[in-house]
């Protein structure tokens, strides 16, 4: 063997030692301050379930509003300015595309179109009798059935003869769909009737009946709706003129070129924006800018909070073990000896508290998940991900790390004697 190998194994020899030292003196410290040990991981798995939790509900909201706009099954979508959730009435969208019938006329006459269909949500109000108390309601005004309207149960709506080319005089149907939650919230069924309108006095004097139940727009906003022909709903909300809509949505033809029917519809209506699907959703999301900036703000002042809390923590317990590293540095215990130590304590804390956080994190998400379909009537809007878990966990041991590194560098720092 030469002295070279010798030098080497000899070395490698000294750090093994050194480790196994580390550990057993990591050990002895956290068994004796159990307490400021959970205080510590429950610190770092707080963290843990914020980044998770914050980072799902991204998820989940992407996932969500794709589903819904695949659902919808079209391939264009046209809206006059942004898009606006409004919470007005329960929830919703704001109709800012004006004289839409003529719109949808004209795009649906472009080479390539299918159909060109407008869709308007309006609150209104809702009762089963005209002389009680009456409920506001997200109400969707469409020109007729579909496939793109899912009956679960009874029938579709017939059309939407009362339009009549724009003289609003044709045979109204008086039908309307509604979907399971309004039917438990009002209590009624298929063949009841309901009185619907934009104001009350309009609501007491158009009576309609129920002809079936859709989920199909309680999905799509969240809120539960009742469903009714488009001119029969601006009727009922004296919007006849204006003809207002949230969207127009457009049907290609199987052998259509999305890509370039869409170039020419915005060269042909540039007062519009013209979407596909993927785009409307980034679309409604970038509106949403300040939540998503406060949403990524709570991770940053998680993530902070946990290297901080964990910091102070472990600056506490290594100041009250001053006088035990002062000794071991006196007897000629090196530095670097203790700096492992110290590490491998927050080392230790950081993989506890992010298994801590990885393992509270599916009862946290269905909790919040409970409270979300409660609140906005979306089912699974906090979803998670392995990889979610996985950065958890590697956050949590970087936090540790890190706090233990500092924590190290400032007490190797300071004089051996001063700590006698």
Avoid: C
Avoid at 16 to 31: D, F, H, I, K
Avoid at 56 to 82: C, I, K, M, P, S
Avoid at 216 to 242: D, Y
């Amino acid at each position: 063997m030469s002295s070279r190998q010798a030098h080497s194994r000899s070395k490698t020899s000294r750090w093994g030692t050194r480790l196994r030292a580390s550990l057993v003196l990591t050990g002895t410290q956290l068994r004796h301050h159990r307490l400021r040990l959970g205080l510590a991981v429950v610190g770092v798995a707080l963290a843990v379930l914020a980044v998770t939790l914050l980072a799902g509900t991204g998820l989940g909201v992407v996932e969500t509003g794709t589903q819904q706009f695949d659902a919808a099954d079209r391939d264009l979508w046209v809206t006059a300015g942004e898009t606006r959730l409004t919470s007005g009435g329960g929830g919703g969208f704001e109709n800012s595309l004006y004289d839409s019938r003529s719109v949808a006329a004209e795009m649906e006459r472009h080479d390539g179109v299918k159909n060109a269909v407008p869709l308007a949500f309006e609150t209104v109000y809702v009762a089963r009798e005209d002389d009680e108390e009456f409920r506001t309601f997200v109400a969707t005004g469409v020109p007729g059935g579909g496939p793109a309207i899912t009956i679960s149960e009874g029938e579709a709506l017939t059309g939407d003869q009362y339009y009549a080319n724009g003289t609003y005089d044709g045979e109204r149907t008086n039908e309307v769909l509604i979907d399971a939650e309004t039917a438990r919230m009002l209590d009624i069924g298929i063949g009841d009737t309901l009185y619907v309108g934009g104001s009350l006095a309009t609501a007491r004097n158009t009576e309609v009946t129920v002809v079936g139940i859709s989920p199909t727009f309680e999905r799509m906003l969240g809120t539960p709706t009742v469903t009714m022909p488009l001119g029969e709903l601006h009727a009922a909300t004296g919007e006849t003129t204006f003809e207002p809509a949230t969207f127009i949505t457009i049907t290609l033809e199987d052998d259509a070129d999305t890509g370039a029917v869409q170039r020419d519809l915005e060269t042909a209506h540039p007062e519009v924006d013209i979407r596909t699907s993927q785009e409307q959703l980034e679309a409604v999301l970038q509106e949403q800018v300040l939540v998503l900036a406060a949403g990524g703000t709570l991770v940053v002042l998680a993530i902070g909070a946990g290297i901080a809390l964990t910091l102070t923590l472990l600056s506490l317990v290594v100041y009250q073990q001053r006088h035990e590293f002062a000794a071991l540095r006196a007897i000629g215990v090196s530095s670097s000896l203790l700096l492992v130590t110290i590490v491998a304590q927050g080392f230790t804390i950081g993989l506890l508290g992010g298994l801590l956080g990885v393992v509270l994190t599916p009862p946290a998400v269905a909790l919040l998940n409970h409270g979300a379909g409660i609140v906005v009537g979306f089912d699974n809007l906090v979803q998670t991900a392995p990889w979610v878990s996985l950065a958890g966990l590697v956050i949590a041991v970087g936090i540790g790390t890190v706090a233990a590194t500092i924590a190290g560098w400032r007490l190797g720092r300071e004089p051996a004697l001063e700590g006698l």
